[in-house]
């Protein structure tokens, strides 16, 4: 699976020189004009969306009124709505129109815990426990208003097919996207449109990590540490042996590979032996393979510290992905729908704000500017993951990103989070509505593009194949966040 991966992604490189970009000729002028216009009329009603999302910055399986706002539009625009995908409450499924080419969208509404933010450029808490420093409210908000767009132009067209829209909550380490392609709700999708936020504008198709995270609990037996210590089974003490044995681990592991980790609990007061102790642990690389082969090794360090300790051992899988499988077919017809779309210009008030941002990044840091679009490459390797990556190992997947951050921003920032927040976040979101909206009408209108797409997605997948995803068989863990938030904070 890996070489035969490496294999196409030396090949795309290869071919980037020569081979020439995709242009939109099959939709027209006229409908390319009609498609963006729909998205400029319904612009104070994105901002509107993207702004009360922002403010109510739910945590993930949590996002009860960020999910139903969502719905709500939907079904306004005529989409028949499923809430509940998968039993996953804030999961929901949108669909418009009937039969085939199946395209599908992806929209994330989840915060990040700890990371409350108001929407100016200096570091302060709107007091509350999570905040949108991964831009999820624009996310969504645009994705929906990209099916919508796509909606009224099949009406408006008479062409076939069917838009779908995917309401996946929890990406911020719940992986609802994994869930839903194991349980087969992507089967019947010829490709899928993503986006994600970011500081700039462009339609690279790279390669993500894939990741296992974990939690190992060790369990032993409490006892006075001062006037009885030789009763006592130290559980911490267990978590502190499998912590040491993995970092001896790291010298004979893949150089790419990535292993961290917290601790979570590690016992009440020193001088209680603590009987119940956990940590954290996140294992990437960009070869699903290598991540089960390193994850086995970390379990196995945890059943040695167990054995040295005399505690008992359990562990629990909380969530896992693929890194992202780039596929450069859909991505030429992304790249040249965000070049036809264009970047957008600073006002002068988004100007001052952008100025006081780029004083508080790190020296260097900020670079380009939202009118430019970056190049096209190809089978990039990033350092992130995200749960995107299973849809892309099943269906022809591409995305973008765009400029709602100011340049140099890093996401999961509190300059992310308040700029999520900003009319600048709104200017970008457009953007890739607009590019999801048209690229998606591109691909309705040219079958063989899925085609090339699906026959790639088969040479990247490999002749042995078969698609096991790395959470297992668990169910979706719906109150995971909840131990993030700030102690004695409730998500509601």
Excluded at 168 to 193: N, S
Excluded at 329 to 350: E, F, I, M, N
Aim: glycine share 10%; aromatic share 8%.
């Amino acid at each position: 699976m890996k070489h035969t991966y490496l294999a196409h992604a030396a090949f795309g490189a290869l071919a980037l020189a020569s081979a020439p970009s995709v242009h939109a000729d099959a939709l027209s002028d006229k409908d390319t004009a009609a498609i963006i216009a729909g998205i400029d009329a319904r612009k104070p009603q994105l901002a509107a969306n993207a702004r009360k999302i922002w403010e109510l910055a739910e945590i993930g399986f949590h996002e009860d009124q960020s999910s139903a706002l969502l719905q709500q539009q939907l079904k306004g625009a005529g989409f028949r709505v499923e809430t509940g995908t998968d039993g996953i409450p804030t999961a929901f499924t949108a669909t418009y129109g009937n039969g085939g080419p199946v395209i599908a969208l992806l929209a994330e509404y989840d915060a990040l815990p700890g990371l409350s933010q108001v929407d100016q450029p200096a570091e302060q808490s709107r007091g509350g426990v999570a905040g949108h420093a991964c831009g999820h409210n624009l996310l969504g908000t645009a994705s929906v208003e990209a099916a919508i767009a796509l909606a009224k132009w099949l009406k408006a067209s008479g062409t076939p097919g069917t838009v779908r829209l995917y309401g996946t909550p929890a990406e911020e380490g719940g992986f609802a996207k994994v869930y839903l392609v194991r349980d087969g709700f992507f089967k019947d999708v010829d490709a899928v449109l993503s986006w994600h936020p970011s500081s700039s504008n462009g339609a690279s198709q790279g390669q993500l990590l894939s990741m296992v995270t974990a939690k190992f609990r060790f369990t032993g037996v409490a006892s006075h540490a001062a006037a009885a210590p030789e009763r006592g089974r130290s559980a911490l003490d267990g978590v502190e042996i499998q912590n040491v044995a993995v970092n001896y681990l790291r010298e004979h592991v893949p150089s790419d590979a990535r292993i961290h980790y917290t601790i979570t609990n590690g016992g009440d007061q020193p001088n209680i032996v603590p009987a119940h102790a956990e940590s954290f642990y996140y294992v990437r690389h960009y070869d699903p393979e290598v991540v089960r082969d390193v994850f086995e090794r970390v379990v196995k360090a945890g059943e040695g510290a167990a054995l040295a300790t005399g505690t008992k051992f359990e562990y629990e899988i909380i969530g896992g992905s693929f890194g992202t499988l780039p596929n450069d077919a859909l991505g030429r017809v992304v790249d040249a729908s965000l070049r036809r779309v264009g970047g957008y210009s600073y006002t002068p008030d988004q100007q001052r704000y952008a100025d006081a941002i780029a004083k508080t990044l790190p020296k260097g840091a900020a670079k380009g500017g939202p009118s430019e679009i970056g190049a096209y490459d190809f089978g990039r390797k990033g350092s992130a993951s995200s749960d995107v990556g299973d849809i892309s190992w099943v269906v022809p997947t591409a995305s973008l990103g765009t400029a709602t951050w100011v340049p140099g921003t890093a996401p999961h920032s509190w300059q992310a989070a308040s700029a999520s927040g900003t009319s600048i976040g709104v200017e970008g979101a457009e953007v890739a509505a607009k590019t999801l909206a048209l690229s998606g009408a591109q691909l309705f209108l040219n079958p063989d593009k899925l085609k090339d797409a699906k026959a790639e997605l088969l040479r990247s997948q490999g002749p042995d194949f078969k698609y096991a995803p790395l959470l297992g068989d668990r169910k979706p863990p719906l109150d995971y966040a909840r131990s993030a938030l700030p102690q004695g904070r409730s998500a509601k």
